[in-house]
């Protein structure tokens, strides 16, 4: 079993910056793929980032590249996601999820809330 715990979340002017946290109760070396997702009120959940073992990185959508980043710490168990130039859209749930042995793990999530 795997642990998740996000952190970080909270309410921000559009324009403005927040960065996430997500501490595992594993070694994050045994962890090939970690990703953030979000969902948005009254919509689906929705991949934002992966990012492998290695630190290789992927943006699922367009409006967040290059306003997001993802990154993840293997020695410190941690993934974060620096989230700048937020817009109101931006607005959901994030969760942390890991794929361990063909298994999804998730956090409870952190609300983050964009205000125009």
């Known amino acids: 079993q795997v642990q998740l715990v996000e952190s970080g979340g909270g309410l921000v002017q559009a324009g403005g910056s927040l960065r996430l946290s997500c501490a595992a109760s594993?070694?994050?070396?045994?962890?090939?793929?970690m990703a953030w997702y979000r969902q948005a009120p009254g919509k689906q959940r929705e991949l934002v980032a992966t990012?492998?073992?290695?630190?290789?990185?992927?943006y699922a959508d367009d409006s967040v590249k290059g306003r997001f980043t993802i990154s993840r710490d293997n020695a410190k168990n941690t993934m974060e996601l620096q989230m700048n130039s937020l817009k109101p859209e931006d607005t959901a749930v994030y969760y942390c999820n890991a794929l361990w042995y063909n298994s999804d793990f998730w956090g409870q999530g952190t609300q983050v809330t964009v205000s125009s």
């Open positions: 594993i070694s994050m070396s045994s962890i090939n793929t």
């Open positions: 990012i492998s073992r290695g630190g290789s990185t992927n």
